[in-house]
């Protein structure tokens, strides 16, 4: 059984060299009076917060890694599509399809029931259960419903917004009747969303020399709601931008992810006179949402309404180069690495 592991903890920019292709004996039969099931794994996401569970452990990242640090040498525990080869567990027959936590490797044992759930692809590929339909779509749907609270006609601003979480926050806007401004790093990534995805406008931030006045130009009204996913300046820029009332919802900050210097701080008189609420969240306290966004989303995706971005590697040894991509902008909407044929 081939794996992917890192060889030791990474802090800074990752690079192929602290990753290894690794290999292991793995019977693909259950012990009788095992419950373990034994999957064969087809999609795997690949994901920036990654990152944040390969670092050296510190006592300011106690909340992101103290139970779910990965230890190098050990495969990396992955989000992905798998198909069930041989199980002990009842609830779980041979040539099903599954979803949740599997790894970057070919197999992987499950031995604990609550890591993976049956799968009904529901007439759709199996890649859109990893994305759209997956984590990444309930992040935006939840980060932006929930935490977000919008209103229509409402402004709202939306980082790495070609990404995978990103592109759909702004569609989900759009949908809901919002005015939305995206910002990517790149020439094709701002076309895609302006000709493609239905935002109203889009912007190259590595092309800009000032965020502030950037901004301003953009939201000349102010902006309602940023979803954040990079942080640092992005987020001082938007804060100096919001009007009263004004919701930031911090998804992520994927620009302070590999440079410990970087740290985004925001000017608190204006969070102050503002109003503002700056508001964290994480996926796994919104999981009340999940029916309402499995039927939402795939019902836009039926009409057509919600465009599908992927950007699929092939290749379990493509893993770490598809993953260290992520924070060089590689990617344009969710980025999965497919380990085999269905
Ligand atoms: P993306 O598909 O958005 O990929 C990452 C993108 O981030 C890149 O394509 C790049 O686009 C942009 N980026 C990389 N480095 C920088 C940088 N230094 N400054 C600005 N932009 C950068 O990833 P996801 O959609 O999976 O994740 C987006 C964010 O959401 C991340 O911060 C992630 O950690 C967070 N997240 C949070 C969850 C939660 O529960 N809170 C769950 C899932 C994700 P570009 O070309 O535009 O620079």
Redesign the pocket.
């Known amino acids: 059984n081939n794996y992917i592991t890192i060889k030791t903890h990474i802090n800074g920019e990752p690079k192929e060299s602290d990753f290894e292709l690794k290999t292991a004996t793995l019977a693909l039969s259950v012990e009788p009076g095992s419950y373990d099931v034994i999957v064969k794994n087809l999609y795997v996401s690949v994901?920036?917060?990654q990152i944040n569970r390969m670092k050296t452990h510190s006592s300011s990242q106690k909340a992101v890694t103290a139970s779910r640090r990965i230890t190098p040498g050990e495969v990396v525990d992955a989000y992905g599509v798998a198909k069930v080869v041989a199980s002990g567990n009842p609830k779980f027959e041979k040539d099903e399809l599954v979803v949740g936590r599997i790894g970057w490797e070919e197999h992987s044992v499950i031995k604990e029931e609550n890591l993976i759930n049956k799968l009904d692809p529901m007439g759709f590929p199996l890649t859109y259960h990893v994305g759209v339909l997956g984590?990444?779509g309930l992040?935006a749907y939840a980060?932006f419903f929930e935490v977000c609270k919008p209103k229509k006609g409402e402004k709202v601003f939306v980082?790495?917004?070609?990404?995978?979480?990103?592109n759909l926050v702004g569609q989900y806007a759009k949908l809901f009747g919002c005015y939305v401004v995206g910002?990517?790093?790149?020439k094709q990534?701002v076309e895609l969303l302006k000709e493609k995805l239905g935002f109203d406008d889009a912007f190259n931030?590595k092309e800009q020399t000032d965020l502030k006045s950037a901004l301003k130009r953009y939201f000349p009204d102010g902006i309602d709601i940023y979803f954040d996913?990079?942080g640092a300046e992005?987020q001082e820029a938007a804060v100096a931008n919001m009007n009263a009332f004004g919701r930031v919802a911090v998804?992520?900050?994927?620009?302070e992810y590999t440079d410990a210097g970087k740290r985004a701080a925001p000017d608190m008189i204006d969070v102050v006179y503002k109003r503002i609420t700056i508001r964290g969240?994480?996926?796994?306290d919104h999981m009340n949402v999940y029916a309402d966004f499995i039927s939402t989303t795939s019902d836009q995706i039926r009409r057509g309404d919600m465009q599908v971005i992927e950007d699929i590697a092939t290749g379990l040894e493509n893993i770490p180069s598809a993953f260290i991509g992520?924070?060089?902008?590689?990617?344009i909407?969710?980025?999965i690495v497919k380990i085999a044929e269905e």
Not at 326 to 331: H, P
């Open positions: 994901d920036p917060y984590t990444s992040t980060g980082s790495a917004a070609s990404g995978s979480v990103g910002c990517a790093g790149s990534k931030y996913n990079v992005m998804c992520g900050v994927i620009s969240f994480l996926i796994v992520l924070f060089r902008g590689d990617n909407g969710k980025r």
